[in-house]
């Protein structure tokens, strides 16, 4: 075993107009948080394909976080809902793959949010952390 | 001039794929007239040492049906590659890995153990499991490997043409042996069917309402089907959306929704991710608990929207400890 520590790589699709709006706010609030999350800005959460996330695993990520609008607050009314059944329908095959429930994570992150962007990077890199590397050839823990 | 030479082979498939073959009727008769079959287990009487013995690339094209799960399968599809010009992955379980396919959600181990261990039917209190080598009175018999995992023809050896289908439709095949005796050929590693979505060509489009909603999931045998209406406004899971067309819409004519065997369109890479990704879309319930209960009535959503697809779709298969190293 190597001594290095594990660092996880965490993909994270942010909504343009609430969850990227809020890490820019926690950015110019110079608020410190982990920097494992790699941004990805999507218009919306509804426009996150579930293929997106498979291809964020298979080409090594160790985690994906969604990050929309709260309920009720989509720019596009309901994008943020779909995105919700999306995750609600994937939790329930994440497991047929071997992927365990903690790697896939929504959260709903307002403009004015930026502490709770920095919590949630924060908490979803430990968590990541303590589940260690997702490999897609090796067997998850919950084997 | 002599007639270009064809070969047929089987791997992991049910033999659905032969059939399909002789359902080409009386232009199967057409065809014998322009080729030489020089290989096709199961009707004429070649042998493997038969092909060994050709010379790399005599065989005009090689339609090879069924996925790989065994040593022998991938050792003859590497043989027939050499010695073929143009091969053709010939239905759902060579082109997308099929339904065999499905058990890459287990492993070699968990497979041997329920086929002949735990199923009901099975009386083996010795626990005897398939060995690649046992002696018997003194002599070593061997059977090929059997892999952890499930691979469609292209993740083996390359690939030139697909002919997607559980089974192929008669008219496709003969639009492919008829494009390839005439050196009309696509580019290669074009899927001869077209590309676009099974609902584009669907007589029951004209039913769809504007805005697709639904507020619960039914299964065929639960509600009566109507005969005209598209099965998605009827809160009946069809792969149709997700699904290239070019099958003749046989299931939908049979009244039944869309399983998905034509795989994705060009545009899509993980047929079941674009297909929960629709489904999710139309279910017309926003409260987090209500969208559980209903995400609840879908049973066994992973085989099924990767009923054909699970070797092609990004994850592959289940991770398992069992298949770190090797998927083999």
Known sequence: ?143 | MSKPKVAFYWCASCGGCEEAVVDLAENILKVVEAVDIVFWPVALDFKRKDIEAMPDKSIAVTFINGAIRLSEQEEMVKLLRKKSQLIVAFGSCAHLGGVPGLANFWDRESIFNRAYKTTPSTHNPEGIVPQEKVTVDGKELTLPKFYNTVFRLDQIIDVDYYLPGCAPPPDLVMNAINAILEGKLPPKGTVLSPNKSLCDDCKRNETKPEKLTIKEIKRPHEIMLDPEKCFLAQGVICMGPATRTGCGERCIEANMPCRGCFGPTDQVIDQGAKFLSVLASIIDVNDEKEIEKVMDTIVDPAGTFYRFSLPSSLMRRKRMPSVADNEK
């Open chain 1, 1 to 143: 075993m190597s001594n290095e520590k594990f660092e996880p790589k965490i993909v994270g699709f942010l909504c343009n107009w609430c969850s990227y709006t809020g890490a820019d706010l926690a950015g110019t609030s110079r608020m410190t948080y982990q920097p494992n999350l790699r941004i990805i800005r999507v218009m919306c959460s509804g426009r996150v394909d579930p293929q997106f996330i498979f291809k964020a695993f298979k080409e090594g990520a160790d985690g994906v976080l969604i990050a929309g609008c709260h309920p009720g607050d989509c720019h596009y009314k309901e994008g943020n809902y779909k995105a919700l059944r999306r995750y609600k329908l994937i939790k329930k095959l994440q497991s047929e793959f071997g992927i365990e429930d903690e790697r896939i994570r929504l959260e709903w992150i307002s403009a004015s949010e930026g502490a709770k962007f920095q919590e949630v990077c924060n908490e979803f890199t430990e968590t990541i952390r303590k589940l260690g590397p997702f490999n897609s050839k090796k067997g998850g823990k919950n084997e």
